[in-house]
């Protein structure tokens, strides 16, 4: 039933203050104090509370008055427990302070509840009594569930009575607790009209169980100050209006439900996710193991699965394959991403340095050095030198190599002999002590004396019960005093069939057909060196040292790139002589080259140029025969002003030139020669690329032509200091090494027997 406000006005003289059945009652005013109600409308509101006090009766145990009033904000004037006289609250009332704000209902509902939560009496029936003139707005939805919130609690009322022709009734009503709780007026100065309806709707007994407020089958019971619902199982609330989902134990995976109102939420256990806790988290989705390893989610965690050479939970950690210290002989161990090298001692050899080229098999070594007048002072303390470093090459011991050196000039003299010295240290100090005595060069006289040694050599047994290999290395100018004679002690010593003689050219004026007659002969190469200056006697060392390890030149399988610099500056004239030199190089490598051939165990050959590309002109699965392979190598054309990119030369090998698509093969030794003078910047990507390389296992060599050959350059891209090689017009004694060295690596055999 809507009150009018004709039939209020009847009612109002009937009203006394005794017809209260119903107390203690807690009523909170809420009164509209924007703009719209103008100074008189918020009088007239002031009046209503007052008029309202008169008729009840106030007291600790029977009314209790509240008063909060809104404009745009809500603010509690005071509250329920603030005064129990009418005098006091009607002074209260007067003192309030209209605001002549803008219209937030919610806000001043809002304030109603905190006064009503503070302050009201748990026996107490309640009323909210609002009073405005105002539109919602925007307000709506936030006035509703206010309104809502507080009508849930069953012993409380909303009665809404709104003033002036602009209230919207049918919201008004949705607040109000019925629609029988919302009263109209047209205008303020009528609200003292609604005062005595108001008292009377105060003092009505609370709705009970006859209007069946109990939801969902709960039952109603008759209490004070308002009924209650027994619900049943399942549900609870006032009015059994919410449904316990948890029973129905909605969470998976042990996740705890939380029932809230009108809805539920699952606490999950670690490790799962989604609204019922039905989703194991992927922790993989994050991306937490690195280098790339695999992923594998579990519950609440996850595992990395490293590739190999990572350790660590996230695989973050590069394993250090040296920790084992893997490496044999003194080898110094490099550890890279799964995979370490071995960087060996000089003498050993294979991935581990577990081969000694040199050893256990003991070797003789003659040194014959000139000291004649040819010689300066300084050039024979060189020669000297050059021994010493030797013997840092190979391991001296009565098993092993052992040193014999003759100095010649005018006279040969047996500085010492080969068992002399059984130790490194005073065989040092005693080539150190050998003095320079210049004469005439008796090359002749040490020949003989080195034939002595020789054949005494070749009769004696060492204590390990091995005979020795022998060799004569010949440091001279060949510019002998006696050639005839030096001639005939040199083809006296070749009889005793020796495993080597080779000579070492020095000087300026160095005969070549003399150093010639002196060696021996090793396949189609003379064991002939010869060396501008000392600084390069490094090369020579190297190249020594292999010639005394001969048993393990036996065929090998190897993979070979070649790999020719073809860029050519054309403001260079150097630059076109040195790519021809370059070239060349490569067809004298392709022709000593004995293992080469096109059946499995030959060595094969893939023939590239670069320069900011690489071009392949033979593969190996091209299958070319040695004079196939010249011809290509001669049609490999220059490139003009191109830079060279050693990294993507590098690139090449390690990500196509080896594959088997390219007819490599899986088992061979695989070397990439690049032949270049280095003269040019290396990039950011080479470091990884040289890297990667050494992971492939390929081993690098660098050749140089010419004389403006950047050795360092070499050195660094090379895979070691024995990978480097600089050739002259005309001298092929490197490429001799070089290709032993093809040999060399790929070596298995066991030397032991
Ligand atoms: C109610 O109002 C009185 C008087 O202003 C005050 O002392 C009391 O703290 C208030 N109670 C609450 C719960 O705010
Ligand atoms: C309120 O105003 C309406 C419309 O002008 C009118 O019909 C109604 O009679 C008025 N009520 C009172 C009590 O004046
Ligand atoms: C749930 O808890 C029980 C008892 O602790 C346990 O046996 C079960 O494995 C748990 N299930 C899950 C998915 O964690
Ligand atoms: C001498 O040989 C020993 C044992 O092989 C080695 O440790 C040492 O470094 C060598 N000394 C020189 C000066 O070569
Ligand atoms: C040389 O070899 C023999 C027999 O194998 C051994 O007894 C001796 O100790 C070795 N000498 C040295 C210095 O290693
Ligand atoms: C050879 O030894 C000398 C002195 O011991 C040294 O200065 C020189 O660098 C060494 N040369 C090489 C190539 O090792
Ligand atoms: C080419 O050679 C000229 C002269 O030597 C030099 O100035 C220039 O830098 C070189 N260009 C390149 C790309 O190397
Ligand atoms: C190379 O292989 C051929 C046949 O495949 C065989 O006859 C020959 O003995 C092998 N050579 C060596 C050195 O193993
Ligand atoms: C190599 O470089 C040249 C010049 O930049 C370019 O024309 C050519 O396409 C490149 N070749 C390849 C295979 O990338
Ligand atoms: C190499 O040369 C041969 C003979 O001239 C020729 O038939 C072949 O096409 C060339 N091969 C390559 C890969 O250039
Ligand atoms: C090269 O030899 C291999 C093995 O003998 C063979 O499979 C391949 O077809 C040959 N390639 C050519 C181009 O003849
Ligand atoms: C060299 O080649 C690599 C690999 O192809 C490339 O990433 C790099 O940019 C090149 N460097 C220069 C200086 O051209």
């Known amino acids: 039933m809507l009150w009018s406000v004709g039939l209020l006005l009847v009612i109002v003289a009937a009203v006394v203050i005794d017809t209260c059945t119903v107390d203690p009652v807690d009523v909170v005013f809420v009164l509209d104090s924007s703009g719209s109600m103008q100074t008189t409308g918020f009088q007239s509101e002031r009046d209503f509370v007052k008029q309202f006090t008169d008729l009840v009766q106030i007291g600790e145990k029977e009314f209790h008055i509240g008063v909060v009033q809104f404009d745009t904000q809500g603010f509690i004037e005071f509250n329920l427990t603030a005064y129990f006289d009418k005098t006091s609250i009607k002074n209260a009332v007067s003192n309030i302070v209209y605001r002549n704000g803008g219209t937030t209902i919610s806000s001043g509902l809002s304030k109603a509840s905190d006064v009503l939560k503070q302050t ?292 040969a003299m047996i500085e010492f002999d080969l068992n002399t010295h059984d130790n490194n240290i005073s065989l040092n100090e005693a080539i150190q002590s050998i003095q320079f005595k210049p004469g005439i060069t008796r090359t002749d006289k040490a020949l003989l004396k080195a034939y002595e040694i020789a054949d005494s050599s070749r009769n004696r047994l060492r204590p390990n019960r091995k005979r020795a290999r022998v060799f004569v290395i010949i440091i001279t100018d060949g510019m002998s005093t ?97 790519f021809a030199g370059l070239r060349d190089t490569a067809s004298k490598l392709i022709q000593f080259m004995d293992t080469l051939g096109n059946k499995d165990n030959d060595t094969h050959v893939s023939l590239t140029s670069f320069s900011n590309n690489v071009t392949t002109h033979v593969r190996f699965s091209d299958n070319l025969s040695r004079s196939e392979l010249l011809l290509n190598t001669s049609r490999i054309l220059h490139k003009e002003n191109v830079i060279s990119n050693i990294s993507s030369a590098l690139f090449y090998a390690n990500m196509h030139g080896f594959d088997e698509t390219n007819g490599g093969r899986v088992e061979a030794r695989k070397f990439l020669v690049i032949l270049t003078n280095g003269r040019f910047n290396l990039d950011l990507y080479f470091e990884l690329e040289k890297e990667r390389s050494l992971e492939n296992k390929i081993k690098i060599i660098t050749v140089g032509f010419g004389s403006n050959i950047n050795v360092d350059q070499l050195q660094i891209i090379a895979t070691g200091p024995y990978h480097v090689f600089a050739e002259t017009d005309d001298s092929s004694t490197n490429l001799e090494v070089l290709k032993r060295e093809f040999m060399y690596n790929s070596c298995n055999l066991d030397f032991t027997d």
């Open 120 to 411: 009201s009496r748990s026996s107490a029936v309640m009323y909210v009594v609002l009073l405005t003139d105002g539109d919602l707005y925007s307000d709506k939805d936030a006035t509703f569930s206010v309104a809502d919130q507080l009508k849930l609690n069953p012993a409380l009322r909303i009665f809404v009575i709104g003033i002036g022709m602009a209230v919207p009734t049918e919201d008004m009503k949705q607040i109000a607790s019925s629609a029988s709780y919302f009263l109209h007026v047209n205008q303020s100065a009528e609200l003292a009209a609604a005062v005595s309806a108001t008292v009377k709707i105060t003092c009505e007994p609370i709705e009970d169980c006859a209007s069946s407020p109990c939801q969902n089958g709960g039952t109603c019971e008759t209490k004070h100050p308002a009924y209650s619902c027994k619900c049943p199982y399942g549900y609870s609330g006032a009015r059994c209006q919410d449904y316990d989902e948890c029973l129905s134990n909605p969470c998976y995976n042990n996740g705890t439900c939380y029932q809230g109102r009108n809805l539920y939420y699952c606490m999950c256990v670690p490790g799962y996710i989604g609204s019922r806790c039905e989703t194991n988290y992927n922790e993989c989705s994050s991306n937490p193991c690195q280098n790339g390893a695999t992923c594998i989610d579990r519950v609440n965690g996850y595992t990395c699965s490293c590739v190999p050479g990572y350790v660590g939970v996230n695989c973050e950690t590069d394993y250090n394959e040296c920790a084992s210290g893997p490496c044999q002989n003194g080898g110094t161990c490099v550890d890279f991403v799964n995979f370490f090298q071995c960087r060996c001692p000089p003498g050993f050899y294979e991935d581990l340095c577990e081969t000694g080229i040199c050893h256990p098999q003991p070797a003789d070594m003659i040194f014959l050095l000139d000291s004649s007048v040819s010689q300066t002072e300084q050039n024979f303390k060189n020669q000297l030198h050059f021994v010493s470093n030797f013997t840092k090459q190979v391991l001296i011991g009565p098993n092993d190599t052992q040193i014999s050196v003759i100095k010649f000039s005018s006279d």
């Open 482 to 578: 006696y050639r005839e004679d030096t001639k005939n002690a040199a083809k006296e010593l070749k009889k005793l069939n020796l495993e080597g003689i080779a000579t070492i050219g020095i000087g300026n004026q160095v005969s070549h057909q003399e150093l010639r007659d002196i060696a021996t002969s090793s396949s189609n190469s003379p064991n002939v060196f010869s060396v501008d200056n000392f600084d390069s006697l490094y090369t020579i060392v190297t190249q020594l040292v292999h010639v005394t390890c001969k048993e393990c030149s036996k065929s090998a399988v190897s993979d070979v790139i070649l790999m020719i610099d073809e860029s050519v500056n054309t403001s260079d004239i150097e630059s076109l002589k040195v």
